[in-house]
């Protein structure tokens, strides 16, 4: 196996991990989003703060989501290129078992 795919493969690998981890940081942080509100809510008796913490959490859940969602697509075109890397890996052991086989078959081997 050619040591290019090898390499592209390992590589591709950790670009998705190093994604999936993005992807759990902004799940945590539309978590801790979420709770600091409720605490605010729960312990706010002024509208206006509230009013204005409200519409600071939705502008940081809102870009925490975009966020979320521009690093899904990385990733899914990433497996997507991982697959297809895999794709030639398994061709060129095939190739490469055809090849052996049919040296052993010219030299009297099985067949």
Known sequence: MSSNLTNQHSSIKD???KLQSFEQNCLQGLANCDQSFQNFAANSS???NYQQQ???TEK???ITTYTFL???NLKEEKMAELGEIEKKMQNEMDSNILKK???MSEDG???
Do not use: H, T
């Open 15 to 17: 670009e998705i991990q």
């Open 46 to 48: 002024n509208q206006m």
């Open 54 to 56: 409200f519409e600071k």
């Open 60 to 62: 940081n859940a809102m």
């Open 70 to 72: 521009y690093l899904n």
């Open 101 to 103: 086989s049919s040296v």
């Open 109 to 111: 081997g099985f067949q």
